[in-house]
């Protein structure tokens, strides 16, 4: 589900087509854009909650990225206001959550 929802958050953000290795990177053009790691508690019988770590490659020029990633500045050509895409992914996250609560999985993953 985080990883749906961020991936839609940067194909708006960058209008081009994000693809997802699962299962926690987020690629561009070949290069790796994001990472995420989860961390779940509870039992089997219930989730209590999960923790999503999502680091995005956001403003970080050439010479400051290892070979094989880059950066929403390098694929869109112009620096990104971090507080808006924050608010795109949030707002993924939040449509997501509400389709997976619906039991709507089809749309979710």
């Known amino acids: ?3 749906t929802a961020v991936c839609l ?3 708006q953000v960058t209008q081009e ?3 997802c290795q699962w299962p926690y990177s987020l690629y561009c053009h070949g290069k790796k854009l994001c990472g995420i790691l989860l961390e779940s508690f509870g039992s ?3 989730l209590d909650y999960t923790i999503a770590g999502i680091g995005i490659q956001v403003n970080a020029d050439e010479d400051e990225l290892p070979d094989g990633m880059t950066s929403l500045l390098l694929v869109t050509q112009r620096e990104q206001d971090r507080k808006q895409l924050a608010a795109a992914v949030l707002n993924h996250l939040d449509i997501i959550y509400h389709q997976f609560c619906q039991g709507q999985f089809g749309s979710v993953f």
Request: net charge negative; glycine share 0%; charged share 25%.
């Open 1 to 3: 589900c985080v990883q």
């Open 9 to 11: 958050a940067l194909e």
């Open 44 to 46: 089997i019988e219930q």
């Open 17 to 19: 087509k994000i693809q």
